[in-house]
């Protein structure tokens, strides 16, 4: 069953815009993931937010956590063409005190016009 | 480093013969996973294995898919009597543990006609 739920399911902007990109998720978790999948092939990891962090920076990208809300965002600031891809959050559900396998959302196609 | 790399990329078989998909994950990871995608839709878990310990096989559909890991490296999925509805792309990925990023490699796109 899908655990995180992206939230829109589809963006587009112009590029030098922001995107931000919403995920919901049901369970506790030991951390969230988001990934980027382009042409449908293989995801790249973009970056890993623990339980016990509310907010994580990795160049343009901006990932916040509310486990209270039990929500995450991913923001991408002044997005570029190459941004175009889909865009999936994937939680790491707490188990009997471990980790258990990542549970992906549905994905967001974010399309950035030149 | 060398990435994950999967074999064959494509893979085109009649209804009712067998498939093995293959996949060579990063050195020195521990866990291993296996996922299908189909068309526009998001990843289904199929099957991880961690370490030593019995892998977590709950995602697999049905028991015409089995998967071994062997030496704690090299991992097959296996689809016997293949279904039109097994047509997807099978995505596998490694990471250094359960629970940390996952590394994935391009896919194998079956077609079964």
């Known amino acids: 069953s899908q655990q995180g739920e992206e939230d829109p399911q589809a963006l587009s902007i112009q590029e030098g815009e922001n995107a931000t990109m919403n995920c919901s998720y049901k369970?506790?978790?030991?951390?969230l993931q988001w990934y980027r999948q382009n042409s449908g092939r293989g995801l790249v990891h973009l970056i890993l937010?623990?339980?016990?962090?509310r907010e994580k920076h990795s160049g343009r990208l901006r990932v916040t956590l509310d486990t209270s809300k039990k929500s995450s965002s991913l923001l991408i600031t002044a997005s570029r063409a190459a941004d175009t891809a889909s865009y999936f959050c994937?939680?790491?559900?707490?188990?009997?005190?471990?980790?258990?396998?990542?549970?992906f959302g549905k994905g967001m196609k974010l399309t950035v016009n030149p | 480093g060398a990435g994950v790399s999967q074999s064959p990329s494509n893979k085109v078989t009649e209804k009712g013969k067998d498939v093995e998909l293959r996949c060579d994950p990063i050195?020195?990871?521990?866990?291993l996973y296996w996922y299908r995608q189909s068309l526009g839709q998001g990843l289904e878990f199929l099957i991880y294995?961690?370490?030593?310990?019995?892998?977590?096989k709950s995602g697999l559909p049905s028991d015409r898919f089995s998967a071994e890991r062997t030496g704690g490296s090299v991992s097959t999925l296996t689809i016997q009597r293949t279904q039109q509805e097994d047509s997807a792309v099978y995505l596998c990925?490694?990471?250094?543990?359960?629970?940390?990023?996952?590394?994935f490699g391009p896919g194998t796109r079956l077609t079964v006609t």
């Open positions: 937010i623990r339980s016990n962090e």
């Open positions: 994937a939680t790491d559900a707490l188990r009997g005190g471990g980790s258990e396998k990542l549970v």
């Open positions: 990925a490694s990471s250094p543990f359960l629970g940390y990023e996952q590394y």
């Open positions: 369970t506790s978790i030991n951390n």
């Open positions: 294995f961690q370490g030593n310990s019995a892998p977590d």
């Open positions: 050195s020195g990871h521990t866990a």
